[in-house]
């Protein structure tokens, strides 16, 4: 099994997340903290086969119409959680 540089997080097996709060309406960033990339699990490295079934899944086309399509949970279209599938590509372009 080949394994590539994680095109995540760059090789760099870690990624910056940061956290934002609602208080009073409004939007209020947080501390920002660095975590083990949630792709590669912190090695750098991903497999060229999760590489094209990321490629495969999820939407790369933008959307151009603005369209999509709800698939409820266990409805089974490339994933069993409820999603959105792009109109136009027919690849998912939000889980949950």
Do not use: R
């Amino acid at each position: 099994m080949k394994m590539i540089t994680c095109h995540h997080c760059g090789g760099k097996g870690e990624t910056k997340i940061t956290p934002v709060f609602l208080e009073g309406g409004k939007e209020i960033e947080g501390t920002p903290v660095t975590i083990d990339c949630v792709f590669c699990e912190g090695t750098g490295k991903i497999t060229e086969e999760l590489k094209k079934a990321e490629e495969d899944f999820w939407c790369d086309c933008g959307n151009p119409s603005g369209e999509t399509i709800y698939y409820g949970d266990g409805q089974g279209h490339l994933c069993d959680k409820h999603h959105y599938v792009c109109a136009d590509c027919f690849k998912v372009v939000q889980v949950g």
